[in-house]
């Protein structure tokens, strides 16, 4: 599995094409702590973590469904939301994100790799820059 160099990436964070304006993005921590902050300092609104777990660094699902694991310490009622992860296999992890955010005004979502409202890539095999 081939790497992806973190210039090409942070290009694709620089040209992605994002209409729509956001108050918040919110990071799927952990995977999405990185970038989320990438994406961020594009679009310069607040920055949240939204604390869950599904699966472990390899990827092999720890739990049936996600889990939250520290309550939600922000207000996002009312407002327009960019959710962001690492990476998105089945979409459970977003899905749930979204449910627990339903207060919302908006919710779009961006995925480094896989499926979402805006993706950077959707490959089978995709290693993180980032990972050390």
């Known amino acids: ?4 160099p973190f ?16 108050d918040m993005v919110v990071a799927i921590a952990n995977g999405g702590i990185i970038p989320a902050a990438m994406i961020n300092q594009r679009l310069g609104c ?5 604390k869950l777990n599904l699966r472990d660094a390899m990827q092999n699902k720890l739990y049936d469904k996600p889990k939250l694991l520290a309550e939600i310490d922000f207000d ?4 327009r939301i960019l959710l962001v992860d690492d990476r998105v296999k089945t979409g459970t992890t977003l899905e749930f994100a979204k449910e627990l955010l339903s207060e919302a005004k ?15 890539y959707n490959e089978t095999c995709f290693r993180f820059p980032w990972l050390v």
């Not at 607040?46 to 939204?50: A, D, G, I, N, S």
């Not at 979502?109 to 499926?115: D, F, K, S, W």
Request: charged share 30%.
């Open 1 to 4: 599995m081939e790497t992806k």
């Open 7 to 22: 210039v090409e990436v942070m290009e694709r964070v620089r040209t992605i094409e994002i209409p729509e304006t956001f």
């Open 46 to 50: 607040e920055y949240h973590l939204l």
């Open 76 to 79: 996002f009622k009312g407002k």
């Open 106 to 120: 908006l919710v779009k979502t961006l995925a480094v790799n896989g499926i979402a409202d805006y993706c950077l």
